[in-house]
Nanobody, 129 residues
């Protein structure tokens, strides 16, 4: 099993930056990917970015996220990060880290929330205008 704990959210003014963390425990094998999703109240869960948990570490970004969002990892700390720059009020949401068997040849499915088996509790990001 995999346990994920997000942190780093908070209240930020528009134009600011945040770096969210997702600390992983348990086993994530080479066929896994770790993804970031977000969900605003009353809205559908939205894919943000994903990274293969493999030496290659291929990344995948939602078209609307590309440019301001950067996913990265620290293997020694078993932690995945999501850097968000130039925050906008519409970025306000709960951000979730997830892990699932969507690496390698299945990485094209890494933008689908129902392909992930493990989820963190989420961290709230609120952007004021």
């Amino acid at each position: 099993q995999v346990q994920l704990v997000e942190s780093g959210g908070g209240l930020v003014q528009a134009g600011g930056s945040l770096k969210l963390s997702c600390a992983a425990s348990g086993r994530t094998n080479s066929n896994y990917a770790l993804g970031w999703f977000r969900q605003a109240p009353g809205k559908e869960r939205e894919f943000v970015a994903a990274m293969e948990w493999s030496p290659i570490g291929t990344t995948n970004y939602a078209d609307s996220m590309q440019g301001r969002f950067t996913i990265s990892r620290d293997n020694a700390k078993n932690t995945v990060y999501l850097q968000i720059d130039s925050l906008k009020p519409e970025d306000t949401a709960v951000y979730y880290c997830a892990a699932g068997p969507v690496g390698g040849r299945l990485f094209y499915e890494s933008n689908q929330w129902d392909r992930y088996a493990y989820w963190g509790q989420g961290t709230q990001v609120t952007v004021s205008s």
